[in-house]
């Protein structure tokens, strides 16, 4: 939510789900509208993805279950991309070995195998209609938040003993929280 204060607009950093939260394996519906609330939310979900230094952050981790994905793989972090109800028209045979982080699984780093290139059809915030060919960190990127949409971590690609692992820190680290807060 956006709200004005005098001449201040104050945007929000929302609350990120963390693994191994349920409401991450919710199927995010498509867009319909493409109003003001919406571009409130891509906003808003910027703000949130600077704010915790990530590249790039899919709607569901922000528990909006809608085919919603920001993006900045700039290490200026001044190249802002914006997909919506974005669809994979092509991969290419050659796949890359990417070590992947995700801000809904803080502190875990793991190499996951995927297309090397993709193109991409998606629409932007005032509903027109776009390809994008993407290859190395955008591609990685682009694929693990079309994957959070879908229900989707990347944990789900390591060995069930890494899910293991990772489920009982999380698990463990929240609980200590809680006994803090
Ligand atoms: O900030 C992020 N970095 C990252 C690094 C390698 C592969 C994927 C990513 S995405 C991640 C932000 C995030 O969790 N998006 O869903
Ligand atoms: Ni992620």
Known sequence: MQV???NFLIMAILN????PDSRLRIKAKPIEL??????ETIADMFETMYASKGIGLAATQ???HKRLIVLDVSPERDRQLVLLNPTVLKTSEEKKLHDEGC??????YESVERPDKILVEYFNSDGSKHQLEAGGLLSVCIQHEMDHLNGKVF???LSRLKQHRIQKKLIKEKAKLSVIN
């Open 4 to 6: 004005f204060f005098g």
């Open 155 to 157: 944990v789900d690609y």
């Open 16 to 19: 990120i789900l963390q693994y």
């Open 103 to 108: 801000l809904s699984v803080p502190g875990f």
């Open 62 to 64: 922000v528990n909006i």
């Open 34 to 39: 493409f109003d003001k609330p919406l571009k």
